[in-house]
């Protein structure tokens, strides 16, 4: 599916391209927080993301990333128990479809589709944990807020899937801010 899926959605993005005319490239920084969900082995952390983007059309992008995380250390409440486990790491590649958002001077809101691959390890538990890369899939929404033509500000928020063993999967929300920068070519 993945195999097809990229191919097929580069194809799309050129062809509107060379039918618009306006295509930009850009790249971008952005920081934040990663939540866990219905995880009791992590906590709230950090990361840190690097993005290239290409527009084709103004409203339309492919963006590629890479994630760094750091979970926080997990809370565990049990008398009698010592908890000196620490927060995972996360590291994400990524290809996500961006709708809307695109450079300019306004704000304009956007919505995002992806697919990556993660791996998440724990220094503590390496000997013993499976810290194979897996592959997810994401989504979620945010808002562009143009300053200038080519300089904008990204606020967004997104929900990672990675399925792990059997019929569970490991959740995480990103919400983050950043800054793009748009060449025109």
């Not at 993005?13 to 969900?37: H, Q």
């Not at 084709?56 to 997990?74: C, H, K, M, Q, Y």
């Not at 010592?82 to 790491?89: A, P």
Request: one cysteine or more.
């Amino acid at each position: 599916m993945v195999k097809v899926a990229v191919p097929v959605l580069l194809v799309f993005a050129s062809a509107l391209g060379a039918c618009a005319g306006d295509l930009t490239l850009g790249v971008g920084i952005a920081g934040g927080a990663v939540i866990p969900i219905v995880q009791d082995d992590e906590a709230t952390g950090s990361h840190a993301t690097l993005r290239a983007a290409y527009r084709p059309v103004n409203s339309i992008a492919l963006e590629a990333s890479l994630t760094v995380a750091r979970f926080g250390d997990p809370k565990i409440d049990l008398a009698g128990v010592t908890n000196d486990l620490q927060g995972s790491s996360l590291t994400a590649y990524g290809v996500d479809g961006i709708i809307g958002g695109g450079p300019g001077g306004t704000v304009r809101p956007f919505f995002i589709i992806g697919i990556g691959y993660f791996r998440v390890s724990r220094d503590q538990t390496r000997a013993w944990d499976n810290n194979r890369t897996e592959f997810g899939y994401s989504g979620g929404l945010g808002l562009a807020v143009g300053l200038t033509r080519a300089l904008q500000l990204d606020v967004r928020g997104r929900l990672n899937i990675v399925p792990a063993e059997g019929t569970s999967s490991r959740k995480s929300a990103f919400v983050q801010g950043g800054l793009n920068y748009y060449f025109r070519i």
